[in-house]
């Protein structure tokens, strides 16, 4: 076993160095001044170096944003969409037919309501396929008729039949029509009342088409 005085202070038994104030103290002031000022340099250096690197970056994006904002440059996939074709009611006359299947929906929490006008419209002769619920964006009405073209017709034997509805156009290309039902929907009008004539599609405050539009 090694006495007290062969035992080195700055050295544990298992052989770990140990460095004191003193030893971290001697370290650095052996290091040449000279080296420290250029390491600081460098570092004062790679310093500027990344400013500037930053600064260039927030410069180019914002002159981008910019140009792309008032429309001098464009980036692909970033184009506005364009806007959306407005909704126009159909111009001219229809005729009136029942051809067309046709399915009630009820936009209220009124029960039974789709059935009963679905029954009521059965019963004149028109073709039922099918009753369900829709919301819309308002359920203070009498009824909206939604058709593409080819339901246009049955659309105005329905619009004659509810009076007060109000139709909208769609893209569909199948001839169906979708009727959403109303909180002010209180009955058909009376069968002897309703008039089969050709006529126009009441759109309410939609624009019209323009009749060039109309003849295809």
């Not at 700055?10 to 420290?36: M, Q, S, W």
């Not at 028109?126 to 964006?137: C, E, S």
Request: charged share 25%; with cysteine.
């Amino acid at each position: 076993m090694s006495s007290p005085q062969d035992v080195n202070p700055r050295r544990e038994a298992d052989g770990r160095r140990i460095f004191t104030e003193n030893d971290l103290g001697r370290y650095f002031g052996a290091v040449d001044p000279r080296v420290l000022a250029r390491d600081r340099r460098r570092r004062h250096r790679r310093h500027a170096i990344a400013l500037v690197l930053v600064a260039l970056v927030v410069a180019g994006t914002a002159v981008t944003a910019v140009q792309v904002l008032l429309g001098a440059w464009t980036i692909p996939g970033w184009e506005a969409a364009p806007p959306d074709e407005p909704v126009l009611c159909p111009a001219g006359d229809v005729g009136y037919s029942k051809e067309s299947t046709v399915t009630v929906y009820n936009g209220t929490t009124i029960g039974g309501l789709a059935g009963e006008v679905a029954n009521a419209l059965e019963a004149r002769d028109f073709v039922i396929g099918g009753v369900g619920n829709q919301g819309f964006t308002t359920s203070n009405m009498v009824a909206v008729i939604l058709s593409g073209e080819g339901g246009r017709e049955t659309s105005l034997a329905i619009q004659r039949n509810l009076e007060g509805s109000v139709y909208r156009p769609d893209d569909r290309e199948e001839d169906t029509v979708h009727i959403i039902m109303g909180t002010k929907y209180s009955g058909l009008v009376p069968e002897d009342a309703v008039s089969t004539d050709p006529g126009p599609l009441d759109c309410q405050r939609l624009e019209t088409e323009s009749p060039a539009a109309a003849r295809g």
